[in-house]
């Protein structure tokens, strides 16, 4: 049974703990610009608000950070879920329009559907509950390839918040936006560790990592319900990044959706607890040296650490033969490092690549079978705060 995350000025002092923790633990991380604002919610001239989130990649970390292991994520501020906000004619309701996946439906009517659901317990957060609920006309679009190790489904849910609190007047934290973020993920994935929230909330790279060890999850018939609803205060910290570096993106186009290869990972954990926890340990210490060489802008140090990465990723099991074959075609073309990114079994890879290697890179991905090779220019894109 899940509980409704209320403000926590709503809250009562049991239940206050969890969403302050999470914003004075965030509060590091916490400079992000404020939201849109909008003027406060009125039906006498209809309006709209437009929000967007952007994508995520994980450079590395992915499976053993929902273990308690560290993984450090990257925001792709060029790709972007958007979602438009309407004022809608009294009475009619809340009606979400899915360009992508071409569906239209009335809340009322999917109260059960992950979107409705997210944009019922936002609107309870948002509102007193004496308030009746606005009519609005939701359009949600996305230039992230869903199933695909992008964030998509976080990405859609962090705009529908944003969206949501700037059409109703309201500002809200970007500790608060994960947090309403991550229950939408559970009701997807289950098992979610809270990276894809966070980085895609607070948009700059960050350090992650759960401070509980994982092993309670939604599927567990013993799991305290309550520590499961958010990450209970994970550690986050954005990273240092010495020297700007170019990643490429090479798609499968293999769609592999998140709760199958974390379900997969978590039966062969429990069936071999000793092997998996030896794995995730090597994993974890991957990221801690990568966030030393990023400190240091060593690339190539970088790109050997990616690699290595992948190759732990194989052993646990989530790699597939098209993921292999694009990293194999990367490392051969040059790339200073290459590994699949996020749950794996379809999805994205990445290539860590030098100015002088990118292209022929680019080349060998495609030549490969990627469907759709991108690429992006990792930097701070704000400087980290100043006591990181
Ligand atoms: O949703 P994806 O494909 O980006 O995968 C998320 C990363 C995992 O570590 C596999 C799961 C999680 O919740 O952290």
């Keep these: 049974m899940r509980q409704q995350i209320s403000r926590p000025s709503d809250q009562g002092k049991g239940q206050a703990s969890d969403g ?64 438009d906000i309407d004022d809608g004619s009294s009475g009619s309701g809340i009606s979400v329009h899915a360009r992508d996946l071409r569906r239209h439906w009335r809340v009322g009517d999917d109260p059960h559907g992950p979107i409705s659901q997210l944009i019922t317990s936002v609107l309870s957060y948002l509102q007193d509950q004496s308030i009746p609920a ?35 007047g309201q500002e809200l934290t970007s500790a608060e936006i994960s947090t309403l973020v991550y229950a939408s993920e559970q009701r997807f994935h289950g098992t979610p560790s809270g990276i894809d929230n966070t980085v895609i909330a607070y948009e700059q790279p960050i350090w992650f990592q759960r401070t509980d060890d994982g092993r309670q999850t939604t599927d567990d018939e013993s799991a305290d319900p309550s520590s499961v609803l958010r990450p209970p ?19 499968t186009g293999v769609r592999s959706a998140t ?19 030896a794995l995730f340990d090597q994993i974890g210490a991957v990221v801690t040296q990568a966030r030393m060489v990023l400190k240091q802008g060593d690339l190539p140090a970088l790109g050997s650490l990616l690699s290595q990465n992948h190759t732990l990723l194989q052993q646990i099991g989530v790699s597939s033969p098209q993921l292999d074959a694009l990293v194999g075609a990367a ?58």
């Design 233 to 251: 205060s994970p550690l986050i910290e954005p990273i240092e990044i010495a020297s700007p570096f170019t990643l490429l993106i090479g798609e």
């Design 259 to 277: 709760r199958l290869p974390v379900g997969e990972v978590r039966r062969r954990w429990q069936a071999d607890p000793a092997r998996y926890e």
């Design 20 to 83: 302050e923790q999470g914003r004075s633990d965030d509060q590091e991380l916490d400079k992000t610009p404020p939201l849109t604002s909008a003027p406060p919610h009125s039906l006498a001239s209809p309006r709209r608000t437009s929000s967007s989130a952007a994508a995520k990649l994980i450079l590395c970390g992915e499976h053993a950070v929902v273990y308690g292991r560290p993984a450090i994520a990257l925001p792709l501020a060029d790709i972007r879920a958007h979602v």
């Design 134 to 168: 606005p009519d609005l006309g939701l359009t949600v679009s996305s230039t992230i390839p869903i199933a695909s190790g992008m964030g998509s489904g976080a990405a859609v849910a962090t705009a529908i918040v944003r969206a949501l609190a700037a059409h109703l």
């Design 331 to 388: 490392q051969a073309a040059g790339a200073l490092g290459a590994k699949l990114s996020g749950a794996g079994w379809g999805g994205v890879m990445l290539a860590l690549v030098a100015p002088d290697t990118r292209a022929r890179v680019a080349a060998a991905l495609s030549q490969a079978g990627a469907k759709r090779v991108s690429e992006t220019e990792v930097n701070l894109s704000r400087p980290a705060p100043a006591n990181s």
